[in-house]
């Protein structure tokens, strides 16, 4: 089968579900200004292949591409101008622009392509590392075209290059070779905006770039991200006009930003999902009962989603969030049993008498994560647990999380994603694995979601593996989490995304 792609100009305006509406393009955009931007986390680098949420939100207006989604999610040409699909999906043949040049003026072209996605091959810690290992050989067939070939063939290279992990975000290799592991401090990207500076836990600032190969864009002559931890700073500052942009607006500011007429409050469907689970290479979190008492019977989601969310999130259990595709209602098989969780730790060895007393992390990124952490511990208590909850800073957490292992529990959020195999990763021992455990049925199944030929087979491969990790609680969604973004009125040509991109390569100021 052969699809040819061939890039044109789709305007398409969102409208974000229940709680506002994109900024219109009813007059011409107006070029010039800085957007202040409130963002919820400091950053821990610049360079594409070092994970956090936050380092994605600022990167993404640094970097580009191969291949990006429109608004509808689906996939849209980007730095590649078109591309074949042949031999059932085994090969790929990407057409790239021409012209494009890197922050630091070097070229972009085919052995560019090839060297960043076999630099992510080669790092397994990188957040795209896992969607890259089926990639059999990449080849620069001239400057500016680059075949991929698949071990096999398969549907998910789009999204491994578009959004899947971070997406296959193009780094100078000239600038890589030239600052080493601080290149994290020196991106050189192809995007809209050019790095100017990052003082840690203040700002981060991007400048326009003018070689831009989207001619006319971006319109915004400067971003400057502004580090605001607390919601309610963010929310303030919203209100007084000292940001224009709130990247992650608490959930209990909604209804009063939605009554500002100087404000526009955005949100949609939860591509997004807060989640829970134990370091499994720790005693006890080792035995599975122990893990389906305390993340399945032992804690009321309902309770918590109306609670820390203020019920604005649907309660869930899949890794799977309840507005990414392939999403599979798993609610039924953990119903709040308080006796059923007492049941199983006295099978595993504990009672009154011996009571399970751990530590569990989180970070206040994301507000309803202290509050999350908060509720576990109080049911948890009622079944006889003692836990003791530790917030720590976002950077911290995610050293613990991803590096050092130091932690027993955790709450945190999950990466906004499109497909099961884009959250999959995280829980797979060839991924990030950060529930830490050695199941290696776990990547079967996401490898035969992989391997899918058609999308019934796609479909019960998906279903498979949402249920084993849940059976096994190897994992665990508390809820889903809907993200909202907020901006000043006079800012304009935005397009919600869900939390999965936040770009501003659109976004122009109104000044009367």
Not at 282 to 296: E, I, N, T, Y
Request: charged share 25%; aromatic share 10%; hydrophobic share 40%.
């Amino acid at each position: 089968m052969k699809r040819r792609l061939i890039l044109s100009m789709i305007l398409v305006v969102v409208a974000a579900v229940g709680y506002g509406a994109v900024s219109g393009w009813a007059e011409p955009p107006q070029s010039g200004g800085t957007l202040r931007i409130a963002l919820e986390a400091d950053i821990t680098g610049l360079d594409p292949v070092v994970p956090g949420l936050q380092n994605y939100y600022v990167i993404q207006n640094i970097y580009n591409t191969l291949v990006t989604v429109d608004a509808n999610f689906e996939y849209v040409p980007e730095l590649a101008e078109s591309w074949d699909v042949q031999d059932g999906g085994k090969t790929y043949v990407f057409h790239l622009r021409q012209g494009v040049k890197f922050h630091d003026g070097t070229d972009f072209d085919a052995a560019s392509v090839k060297w960043n996605i076999e630099r992510v091959q080669q790092d397994g810690k990188a957040p795209a590392h896992r969607f890259f290992v089926n990639v059999e050989s990449v080849e620069a067939v001239d400057p500016h075209t680059v075949k991929i070939t698949m071990q096999y063939p398969t549907s998910t290279l789009l999204s491994a290059l578009s959004t899947a992990g971070t997406g296959m975000m193009i780094l100078s290799p000239a600038a890589a070779e030239k600052w080493g592991k601080d290149i994290r401090l020196h991106p050189a990207g192809t995007g809209p905006f050019r790095f100017v500076s990052w003082e840690q836990n203040r700002n981060v600032i991007l400048e326009r770039n003018p070689d831009y190969f989207k001619k006319g864009l971006p319109y915004l002559d400067r971003l400057e991200y502004r580090v605001m931890k607390e919601g309610v700073t963010r929310e303030a500052a919203l209100r007084a006009g000292e940001v224009d942009f709130v990247n992650w607006l608490p959930r209990v500011a909604v209804k009063r930003l939605q009554k500002n007429p100087k404000t526009v409050v955005l949100g949609g469907p939860e591509a997004s999902h807060l989640y829970t689970h134990f370091n499994l290479a720790r005693k006890p979190f080792d035995d599975a009962r122990v893990r389906q008492a305390l993340m399945g019977y032992g804690i009321d989601r309902v309770a918590i989603a109306k609670a820390a969310t203020l019920g604005y999130a649907t309660p869930t259990l899949s890794f799977v969030s309840p507005g990414s595709r392939g999403f599979l209602d798993l609610s039924e098989m953990y119903p709040y049993n308080p006796d059923k969780a007492r049941e199983l730790l006295k099978a595993a060895g504990f009672d009154e008498s011996h009571p399970l007393r751990y530590t569990l992390m989180t970070h206040s990124a994301e507000p309803a994560l202290p509050d999350i952490a908060t509720i576990m511990k109080t049911q948890l208590a009622k079944i006889g647990v003692e836990v003791t909850v530790e917030v720590v800073d976002r950077p911290i957490f995610l050293k613990r999380l991803t590096q050092t292992r130091e932690f027993d529990q955790n709450v945190n959020m999950a990466l906004p994603f499109i497909n099961v195999g884009d959250r999959g990763f995280v829980i797979e021992v060839g991924g990030l694995n950060l529930p830490n455990h050695s199941d290696k049925k776990v990547d079967e199944l996401l490898e035969q979601w992989r391997r899918a030929s058609d999308p019934e087979a796609q479909k019960q491969a998906s279903e498979a593996s949402q249920r084993y990790v849940a059976e096994q609680m190897i994992y665990a969604a508390v809820c889903g989490n809907p993200i909202f973004n907020a901006h000043r009125a006079n800012v304009q040509g935005y397009t919600y995304m869900r939390g999965m991109l936040v770009k501003f390569e659109q976004t122009w100021l109104k000044r009367s």
